[in-house]
Protein backbone atom coordinates (compact mmCIF):
# COMPACT_ATOMS: atom_id res chain seq x y z
CA UNK A 1 0.00 0.00 0.00
CA UNK A 2 1.33 3.54 -0.77
CA UNK A 3 1.23 5.89 1.92
CA UNK A 4 2.19 9.05 1.23
CA UNK A 5 5.04 11.31 2.69
CA UNK A 6 4.47 14.84 3.41
CA UNK A 7 6.70 17.90 4.20
CA UNK A 8 4.79 21.16 5.40
CA UNK A 9 1.09 19.26 4.17
CA UNK A 10 2.51 19.18 0.87
CA UNK A 11 3.47 15.24 -0.66
CA UNK A 12 6.65 14.73 -1.48
CA UNK A 13 6.78 11.18 -2.15
CA UNK A 14 5.40 7.98 -0.96
CA UNK A 15 6.78 4.48 0.69
CA UNK A 16 6.04 1.20 -0.55
CA UNK A 17 7.19 -2.08 0.85
CA UNK A 18 9.79 -0.13 2.60
CA UNK A 19 10.77 1.82 -0.51
CA UNK A 20 10.40 5.72 -0.20
CA UNK A 21 9.90 6.33 -3.65
CA UNK A 22 10.58 10.67 -5.06
CA UNK A 23 9.81 12.20 -7.79
CA UNK A 24 12.20 15.01 -8.96
CA UNK A 25 13.34 17.27 -11.84
CA UNK A 26 16.96 17.95 -12.36
CA UNK A 27 16.49 21.82 -13.51
CA UNK A 28 14.74 22.29 -9.98
CA UNK A 29 15.78 19.45 -7.24
CA UNK A 30 19.68 18.49 -8.87
CA UNK A 31 22.73 19.98 -6.49
CA UNK A 32 25.06 21.40 -8.53
CA UNK A 33 27.52 22.01 -5.79
CA UNK A 34 27.53 18.43 -4.75
CA UNK A 35 26.24 16.41 -7.74
CA UNK A 36 23.75 15.10 -6.12
CA UNK A 37 19.62 15.54 -4.91
CA UNK A 38 18.52 15.52 -1.47
CA UNK A 39 16.13 14.76 0.75
CA UNK A 40 14.06 16.63 3.71
CA UNK A 41 16.13 15.87 6.63
CA UNK A 42 11.99 16.33 8.79
CA UNK A 43 11.38 12.98 6.54
CA UNK A 44 14.02 10.66 7.81
CA UNK A 45 11.72 10.17 11.55
CA UNK A 46 8.79 8.60 9.14
CA UNK A 47 10.78 6.79 6.84
CA UNK A 48 12.57 5.17 10.16
CA UNK A 49 8.92 3.98 11.40
CA UNK A 50 7.67 2.96 8.15
CA UNK A 51 10.89 0.69 7.73
CA UNK A 52 12.03 2.05 4.76
CA UNK A 53 15.47 0.82 3.79
CA UNK A 54 15.96 2.22 0.21
CA UNK A 55 15.29 5.62 -1.42
CA UNK A 56 14.39 5.63 -4.90
CA UNK A 57 14.01 8.85 -7.27
CA UNK A 58 12.82 9.29 -10.26
CA UNK A 59 14.65 12.23 -12.12
CA UNK A 60 12.29 14.10 -14.51
CA UNK A 61 10.09 10.81 -15.12
CA UNK A 62 12.92 9.03 -16.60
CA UNK A 63 15.85 7.49 -15.27
CA UNK A 64 16.05 5.97 -11.64
CA UNK A 65 18.35 6.43 -8.44
CA UNK A 66 18.41 3.77 -5.27
CA UNK A 67 20.45 4.41 -2.46
CA UNK A 68 19.79 2.27 1.00
CA UNK A 69 18.68 4.25 3.63
CA UNK A 70 21.65 3.56 5.73
CA UNK A 71 24.14 4.57 2.87
CA UNK A 72 22.24 7.49 2.12
CA UNK A 73 22.63 8.86 5.76
CA UNK A 74 25.80 8.02 6.17
CA UNK A 75 27.29 9.72 2.41
CA UNK A 76 24.78 12.70 2.98
CA UNK A 77 25.51 15.99 3.90
CA UNK A 78 23.28 18.56 6.13
CA UNK A 79 22.52 21.53 4.34
CA UNK A 80 20.06 24.08 4.45
CA UNK A 81 19.54 26.69 1.63
CA UNK A 82 16.20 28.31 2.59
CA UNK A 83 13.22 25.64 2.19
CA UNK A 84 14.23 23.60 5.40
CA UNK A 85 17.02 21.28 6.16
CA UNK A 86 17.40 19.10 4.02
CA UNK A 87 20.25 16.09 3.55
CA UNK A 88 21.98 16.08 -0.05
CA UNK A 89 23.85 12.41 -1.23
CA UNK A 90 26.12 12.67 -4.23
CA UNK A 91 24.92 10.40 -7.09
CA UNK A 92 28.48 8.55 -7.02
CA UNK A 93 26.67 6.60 -4.16
CA UNK A 94 23.73 6.21 -5.84
CA UNK A 95 22.69 3.07 -8.22
CA UNK A 96 21.49 4.38 -11.40
CA UNK A 97 20.01 3.19 -14.74
CA UNK A 98 22.67 3.39 -17.30
CA UNK A 99 20.55 5.69 -19.67
CA UNK A 100 17.67 7.75 -19.35
CA UNK A 101 14.60 5.60 -20.24
CA UNK A 102 13.32 7.66 -23.58
CA UNK A 103 16.70 7.63 -24.72
CA UNK A 104 16.77 3.73 -24.51
CA UNK A 105 13.83 4.19 -26.52
CA UNK A 106 14.87 6.19 -29.19
CA UNK A 107 18.55 3.90 -30.05
CA UNK A 108 16.44 1.07 -30.35
CA UNK A 109 14.92 2.57 -33.26
CA UNK A 110 18.85 2.33 -34.57
Known amino acids: MRLPVKVKGKVIGYTEKGVFIKPVKS ?16 VVPTLRR ?10 DGTREYTISLADFLRHGKLVDYGHGEQ ?12 EPKERIQ ?5
Open 87 to 98: IVCPLEHWTSDA
Open 27 to 42: NRHYFEKYDGYAVQAS
Open 50 to 59: RNVHTIRLIE
Open 106 to 110: QLAFF
